[in-house]
């Protein structure tokens, strides 16, 4: 089993930055793949970023590549998600997730989630 802690999220002004981090326990997390969704209401949850497990390999969904920068530090089990020049759409719950795959961008493929934090992108 392992437990997930988001933190970090909060209310940010348009074209401002949050750090997101998600501490895991339980397990060792370089033996995972590691993934940051989101959810706004009325929408599906869907991938943002995604990273293998020894954090060679990164997915970025189209609308935050060269703005959110997702990373790892495995000796403190932890996950992060620079986000950089946020945006309105931004706005949603965020979700850490660990898959036993290398790393993957299916949802499905997640095994353990965190709780969310609120990300709140408005002037």
């Known amino acids: 089993q392992v437990q997930l802690v988001e933190s970090g999220g909060g209310l940010v002004q348009p074209g401002g930055s949050l750090r997101l981090s998600c501490a895991a326990s339980?397990?060792?997390?370089?033996?995972?793949?590691m993934g940051w969704f989101r959810q706004a209401p009325g929408n599906e949850r869907e991938i943002v970023a995604s990273?293998?497990?020894?954090?060679?390999?990164?997915y970025y969904e189209d609308s935050v590549k060269g703005r959110f920068t997702i990373s790892r530090d495995n000796a403190k089990n932890t996950v992060y998600l620079q986000m950089n020049s946020l945006k309105p759409e931004d706005t949603a719950v965020y979700y850490c997730?660990?898959?036993?795959?290398?790393?993957?961008?299916?949802?499905?493929?997640?095994?353990?989630w965190g709780q969310g934090t609120q990300v709140a992108v408005s002037s």
């Open positions: 997730a660990v898959t036993r795959f290398y790393y993957t961008t299916s949802a499905t493929d997640y095994q353990y």
């Open positions: 339980g397990r060792t997390l370089s033996n995972y793949g």
């Open positions: 990273i293998s497990r020894g954090g060679l390999n990164t």
